[in-house]
């Protein structure tokens, strides 16, 4: 069975570090662009990051441009997302996320809990 275990996550303060990892068994995802999104409370899923399959090429949201690196070890089958200057708008649910075209499917993570917090 597919499974994205997800970890880092936590209680930080303004300004602090956080380095979340989400690691794929079940299948590779070496062939696939990965993607990290978040959702606040009381707010829809949004789009965070994006990597190609061999990290060429990465994609921000305008928010998080600048604090936020995503970057993946595909021997690994592990994606990551490093955050810094962490600031409380940051709060949210983390998941990481990868679409596949074949099958079609969209395979996400249980999430992990970022707060940020004085």
């Known amino acids: 069975q597919v499974q994205f275990v997800e970890s880092g996550g936590g209680l930080v303060q303004p300004g602090g570090s956080l380095r979340l990892s989400c690691a794929a068994s079940?299948?590779?995802?070496?062939?696939?662009?990965m993607n990290w999104f978040r959702q606040a409370p009381g707010k829809e899923r949004e789009f965070v990051a994006t990597?190609?399959?061999?990290?060429?090429?990465?994609y921000y949201a305008t928010s998080v441009k600048g604090r936020f690196t995503i970057s993946r070890d595909n021997a690994k089958n592990t994606v990551y997302l490093q955050m810094n200057g962490l600031k409380p708008e940051d709060t949210a649910v983390y998941y990481c996320n990868a679409k596949v075209s074949s099958p079609p499917y969209d395979y996400w993570g249980q999430g992990t809990q970022v707060t940020v917090s004085s």
């Open positions: 079940g299948r590779t995802f070496s062939d696939d662009p």
């Open positions: 990597i190609s399959w061999s990290g060429s090429v990465t």
